[in-house]
C-alpha cells in the first residue's frame, strides 16, 4: 500500500517538472545553472570522521508522508544555526513541497546562514532537476536508485559534477547497492526504511555498511533515534549518520546534536 506513496511522488513530481519546464525552459535553466558557484565540500566531509568519530548530516524537515506535520513553523536559518551549534557537519533540506512541506527557499535560507555544505533531499527523476539544484545553491544533491534506471543514476551523476555538486547515492537493498557501485558511486546512503511499510529498522544499515570500503562512504539514514542507535552502527563501520524527525523534534537542537556525537 505504501509502495504507492512513492510512485504517487514520482508522478507528482514529473508534473511539477513539467510545470516548471513551462515557466523556464530547460535552455535558460541550463544557462543560470552553468554560471560560477562556490560549493562547499560535502563527500571531502563525510569521507573521515573527525574528533567525535561520528559525522553528523542534520535534516531540516517540516513534515513527512508517514509522520504528518513533523513541525511545521520552521525558521531555516535558525535551525541551520542550532544545527551548527551543536557539531553538526552537514545539512540535509528537504525543498519537496506537495510531502513534505519544504521548498527551495528553505535551503537557500538554511545554506546562507551558516558555513556547513548544504544536501538537497528531493526525489530527482528528471535532469531538469539537477540544474535547478545547482541555481538553488545545493552543495550535494540526493539520487534515489529506486526511482532511476541505471542509465539515468550515471547520467545524473555526471551532470552533478559538471555543476560541481557532490551526490549521495540512497539504497534500500543488496541489488540497489549493486547499481550503486557499478555506477562508481562514492556516497552511498542506506535508507533503514523499509519502502513498502515505511517502517525503520536500523539494524538494514548495520548489515550493509560492512559492505562498503573507501573510496566508497556508507550514510545511514532513518530512524536513528539515540546515541545507542549510532554507537550499534560504528560497531558496524559506519560513522555518517542522516538524522531528521528526532532532532526536528528535540526541544535543543543543539544540545541533542552533541549527545549524538557522544559529547
Ligand atoms: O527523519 P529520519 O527518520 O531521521 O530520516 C531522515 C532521512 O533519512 C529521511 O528524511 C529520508 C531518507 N531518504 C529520503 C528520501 C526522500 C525524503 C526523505 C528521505
Redesign the pocket.
Known sequence: MTTDILSR?VEQKRLEVSRARERLPETELRRLAAAPRKRRPFYDVLASAGPSGVNIIA?I?RA?PS?GV?RSRLDPSLYARQYEDGGADAL?V?T?AS??HGSPADLAQARSAVRLPVLR???IIDAYQIFESAVMGADAI?L?VRILSPEQLREYMALAKDSGMDVLV?IHSTSELETAVEADARLI?I???NLETFD?DVGRASAMGGMLGPPRVAVA?????NRKDIERLTAAGIFNF???????RSADPARFIRSLKGY
Open positions: 511522488i535534516e524537515k513527512s509522520k513533523i540535509s528537504l519537496d510531502f513534505f533531499k528531493d526525489f540526493l534515489i540512497e546512503g535508507n533503514n526504511r525503520t539514514e532513518s530512524g536513528i533515534r542522516l538524522i531528521g524527525e528526532s532532532i526536528v
